[in-house]
């Protein structure tokens, strides 16, 4: 299994709304990211995740909460978001951090109304 | 701080024919990767090309081959025989080794991306 799933493929939310998105792995991979992509731009690095816990966080806002309950299992909480956080949220993972190889999700194309 | 650029943002090319885009990197490292990624409207990441920098033999998956360009810091990718299904938005990106100067702080750096449109 080389698939990194996400979770949902679409969502819509208010800006009062408290919403997650979920990213799951299951090959054995020590390290998960969140990236962030624009329409047209290259993914941005968001937050990396290493043996579970928080390695890098690229100053993200505060209505950004990551949380990797387990080594296979990534989420990223959203609360309070701006119309400008729309965007396609993409999860990686990659067998410990600093490796090069990265396995990408297909993504969560969230809109912010 | 490592850059990568991609100057063109747009190609386009007739089906079955061939077709490079072009990518440079700026970085003071010595040992490094650089990948070439596919993104189509399904919107996934799909690794295309890895080129480690200390091999100095240009890697080549199928149709897909890069000349890489060391002293240059060049990173070219050539698609052969282009076919409808590599209509894509492609991105160079740059990681360094593990460990080092870098430690505990390696990235992926993608360049701004060329979209790649076949004609029939």
């Known amino acids: 299994d080389t698939e990194v799933t996400q979770t949902p493929k679409h969502l819509v939310m208010g800006m009062t709304n408290k919403k997650s998105l979920k990213c799951e792995q299951h090959?054995?991979?020590?390290?998960m990211y969140w990236y962030k992509q624009k329409a047209k731009k290259p993914p941005e690095l968001m937050f990396v995740?290493?043996?579970?816990?928080?390695?890098i966080n690229e100053s993200v806002p505060s209505r950004f909460s990551p949380e990797c309950p387990n080594s296979s299992l990534l989420n990223l909480h959203l609360h309070a978001l701006q119309p400008e956080d729309s965007a396609l949220y993409l999860c990686a993972s990659s067998q410990a951090q600093g490796r090069e190889k990265l396995f990408f999700g297909s993504g969560t194309q969230l809109s912010v109304l | 701080a490592q850059t990568v650029t991609q100057s063109q943002p747009e190609m386009s090319v007739q089906e079955a024919e061939t077709v490079t885009l072009s990518c440079t990197y700026d970085t003071s490292e010595s040992d490094y990767y650089l990948f070439w990624y596919k993104q189509p409207p399904s919107r996934q990441m799909i690794l295309v090309i890895r080129?480690?920098?200390?091999?100095?033999q240009n890697a080549t998956e199928n149709r897909f081959s890069v000349n890489f360009q060391k002293a240059a810091k060049s990173f070219s990718l050539k698609i052969s025989d282009s076919q409808l299904g590599d209509a894509a938005m492609y991105f160079c990106a740059y990681h360094p080794t593990r460990g080092g100067p870098n430690f505990g702080n390696e990235k992926l750096t993608f360049g701004t991306g060329t979209r790649l449109t076949i004609i029939p």
């Open positions: 995740y290493s043996y579970e816990k928080l390695s």
């Open positions: 090959m054995g991979h020590r390290a």
């Open positions: 080129q480690e920098a200390y091999k100095q």
